[in-house]
């Protein structure tokens, strides 16, 4: 899979879950010739025993970010 999104730090916390720290851009057609481009440098607390690129992938895709 290629993943939409780009990792750039994890940390992990005390209570067993992971903080993931990304980027997501997203590029929408308005015209022919006209684009438009968004990005986003977040973060996201990632449950302990969750698999990190597939809780991602999830969320981004409830929030509209990644189109599935």
Known sequence: MIK?????NIRHEPDGG???FF?????EQVTDTLSSAKTLETAILV???????KYLF??????????A
């Open 47 to 53: 449950p302990q025993g969750q698999d990190i690129d």
């Open 23 to 27: 980027t997501v851009s997203k590029v």
């Open 18 to 20: 992971t903080t993931v």
């Open 58 to 67: 999830d969320d981004l895709t409830k929030s509209g970010w990644i189109n």
């Open 4 to 8: 939409p999104f780009k990792i750039t």
